[in-house]
């Protein structure tokens, strides 16, 4: 079994910066790319932004400049480093990351429980 498990979220004002945090444990051989989405009250989830193993990121362009992911492989984690903040950044975020189980050569994608981040005067 595979676990996601975000940390970091909470209230910041517009203007502010966040980090979020994702911690994958279980039987793992191996973990390709990694991303975080989010989830808006009332809208469908979205790409926020990924990273390949090697380190190539890739993000939504309304976040292009403001975020930066980065992740850790040797301790399996997946960070988000958000600055700028506006109010519309306000959203469920969510760890999400592409691994090959211990035993398997194909990856499954594995979702975390999510982090609010709500940012608000």
């Known amino acids: 079994q595979v676990q996601l498990v975000e940390s970091g979220g909470g209230l910041v004002q517009p203007g502010g910066s966040l980090s979020v945090s994702c911690a994958v444990s279980?039987?793992?051989?191996?973990?390709?790319?990694m991303g975080w989405y989010r989830q808006a009250p009332g809208k469908q989830r979205e790409l926020v932004a990924t990273?390949?193993?090697?380190?190539?990121?890739n993000y939504a362009d309304s976040v292009k400049g403001r975020f930066i992911i980065s992740r850790d492989n040797a301790k399996n984690m997946v960070y988000l480093q958000m600055s700028s903040l506006k109010a519309e950044d306000t959203a469920v975020y969510y760890c999400?990351?592409?691994?090959?189980?211990?035993?398997?050569?194909?990856?499954?994608?594995?979702w975390g429980q999510g982090t609010q981040v709500t940012v608000s005067s």
């Open positions: 999400h990351a592409e691994v090959i189980p211990s035993g398997s050569w194909e990856s499954r994608g594995s």
């Open positions: 279980g039987s793992i051989f191996s973990i390709r790319a």
């Open positions: 990273i390949t193993r090697g380190g190539e990121p």
